[in-house]
């Protein structure tokens, strides 16, 4: 018989990280189990957790985010699996008092799950700019001098205090259009009818966008961060860009030279059938959490 996992994460539409948690949940179904899906920002009470956990019989939380959703693990009895976010690493670390929430989240976990090696040493570490303007505006001179190109923005708004200056850039901006979200099969066809998919991220675990893109047969044309840098190989499987005119520059050569988008494409494609299988994925998701449940029970 099967158990019951509460998958506490955030939940917006859209965003990487709802597509990651439904990934996760079909996995652990698949393999019998029963899932419950909980956004942690709902949560406003300590007890709403031991509430939520009694209501579904839960038997291990998966908590996706060490602050986010980490934080209301603490002090309470439930035996969790904790899978580290780049902005738990990259943005929430140079914050003191939610680095002492983090990691006493870490050493209370039953298992940690990394979404790649460049995350996993961030953390091993203790958890130690491209303008946004200049961004769209060197965008928006790409599609000045070739008209049939448009950058468009696919996503809701995760951070809200960066949305004023993101709004502030975009507004107006001739070529580049933002769309606040649309559902996985849609974004998985937008990105399919697209001619590139491009990742601007300041910070990045492991963005799920870069993978689906590869396995779709998309380019990727990735800004130059740890998280990016970790999947793909400038001139291999995709292409890395560290400026403005970098950028364009990188652009210019998937419009032009039809031989290295072939190359990259094949390349990336046989990279994530490799290294990210969805197959291989269930089966250790699934191994992580019955050997939780192994080591929770052979404790109580």
Known sequence: MGSTFLLLSPLTRGCGNYSTIQRISSHLESAGHS???????TITDPKELQDIASQHSIQMV?????????RHLLGSNLPFILIFGGTDVNIYATDAEKLKVMTEVVFLAKG???FSQSLLDAAKRLWPSLNTNKCFEIKQ?????RNDV???ILGSMADVTYEDEFMAGVCGVTGVVYLPGLGIDDTHAAIKGSFALVNSSRSEGMAVAILEAMDLGVPVLVRD????????TDGTNGLVYGSPEEFVQKCEILLDDASVRSKLVSNANEYVSKHHSVADERIRYTQVVCMALDSSLTRT
């Open 35 to 41: 899932c419950v899906l909980w956004d942690p920002d």
């Open 62 to 70: 998966l908590a996706l985010h060490a602050y986010k959703a980490g």
């Open 112 to 114: 940690i799950i990394s």
């Open 141 to 145: 001179e790409l599609h000045t001098s």
């Open 150 to 152: 448009f950058y468009v």
């Open 225 to 232: 961060i740890p998280g990016n840098r970790c999947i793909v």
